[in-house]
């Protein structure tokens, strides 16, 4: 069974499935696909995973505490012992398809490939912001999942900052699990409701309300927080989930496919990876925070729902 890696086709390929994205949602499918010997290519960026700060992906069974990068590595010879599978380390721009013809996928590099089956599986990116001491801190002091990161900075002192996905109430109630003492930190953008105050006051947790300014910490430990103010507040872990970013790709895929995306850069699925676009799938990140192991879930649904419906058809 022969193993092939980058540079070693020309353009123009054909393929079974093309993933898009080499993730746990990606590479959990391509596992699949390798094993049921179909002809696979996974298409990963040059650039460093969302999540490749992380200190230890945890609540991934098996792998607990691996760095991305040793779960990548340990996936990809686990899929490369059964062969079939390609990777190629390069930026997808863009997919197009015409009625009933394979689709055609486009590389950063001018190549092209086709694909009977697609699955998106490229996850999304965090708009960091762009404070000084953020960076050093983030995914060890500075935190978007108590799940993922809350037993490293259990009984610290933690904070919480509005972001996307969970509230401030919610988030104060999960930061209570983990920290000796739970702070909130109020934007002027967020406005709380009297009944919000009132469970914060409930919770004994102490609202600051300011922006943000600056970090301050030793080595990656959060020791305090400036806000615009000047005022200065003790905090040792934040519970800060950042805006997310919609990838180009994804927004190309709406025009030339008509992929159905919502609002807030969610593609809708008919709850087994599929979209409104027959043979496009999806898994992972793309249908919301996923967690590494909800992507490994959603990319094994999409690979054997494309082999089984190869099944009905054959
Ligand atoms: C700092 C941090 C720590 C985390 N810790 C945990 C944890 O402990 N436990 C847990 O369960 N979850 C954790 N998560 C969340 C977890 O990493 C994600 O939910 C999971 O990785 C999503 O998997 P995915 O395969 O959907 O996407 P990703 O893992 O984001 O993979 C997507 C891949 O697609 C590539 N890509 C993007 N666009 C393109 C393109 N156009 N062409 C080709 N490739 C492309 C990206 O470079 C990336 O490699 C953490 C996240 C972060 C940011």
Redesign the pocket.
């Known amino acids: 069974m022969s193993v092939t890696t980058d540079q070693q086709h020309a353009t123009n390929e054909s393929y079974h499935v093309a993933i898009?994205?080499?993730?746990?949602?990606?590479?959990q499918a391509a596992l699949v696909l390798a094993r049921a010997g179909k002809r696979t290519v996974v298409?990963?960026?040059?650039?460093?995973?969302?999540?490749?700060?992380?200190h230890?992906?945890?609540?991934?069974l098996g792998l607990d505490g691996l760095l991305?990068s040793e779960i990548?590595d340990l996936a990809w010879r686990q899929i490369e012992a059964y062969g079939g599978a390609e990777r190629r380390t390069?930026?997808?721009?863009r997919v197009t398809r015409d009625t009933h013809k394979p689709f055609v996928v486009y590389?950063?590099e001018d190549r092209q490939y086709t694909a009977d089956h697609v699955i998106a599986?490229?996850?999304?990116?965090?708009a960091l912001p762009e404070l000084p001491g953020f960076g050093a801190c983030?995914?060890d002091t500075i935190?978007?999942?108590p799940?993922?990161?809350g037993f490293e900075n259990r009984g610290r002192i933690w904070g919480v900052v509005p972001g996307p996905g969970c509230g401030l109430v919610a988030s104060a109630q999960m930061a209570k699990h983990w920290g000796s003492q739970v702070l909130a930190f109020v934007p002027p953008s967020t406005q709380l409701t009297e009944q919000e105050l009132a469970t914060l006051a409930a919770l004994q947790v102490d609202v600051h309300a300011g922006q943000i300014a600056q970090l301050h910490h030793r080595d990656g430990k959060l020791e305090g927080v400036s806000l615009d103010s000047g005022s200065r507040v003790a905090v040792e872990t934040l519970l800060w989930e950042p805006p997310r970013t919609r990838?180009?790709?994804l927004n190309r895929m709406v025009e030339d496919l008509g992929l159905d995306v919502s609002d807030k850069g969610i593609v809708e699925s008919d709850g087994r990876q599929g979209t409104n676009v027959p043979g496009l799938y999806v898994?992972?990140?793309?249908?919301g925070?996923?967690?590494?192991?909800?992507?490994?879930g959603?990319?094994n649904v999409a690979a054997t729902r494309i082999i089984k419906e190869w099944f009905a058809r054959n």
């Open positions: 898009i994205g080499g993730g746990p949602a990606g590479l298409f990963d960026s040059a650039e460093p995973a969302r999540n490749a700060p992380s230890g992906v945890h609540n991934f991305p990548r390069v930026e997808v721009v590389d950063a599986a490229f996850g999304y990116r965090d983030w995914a935190i978007a999942c799940f993922c990161d990838a180009p790709l898994a992972g990140d793309l249908l925070w996923t967690g590494a192991l909800g992507a490994a959603g990319g």
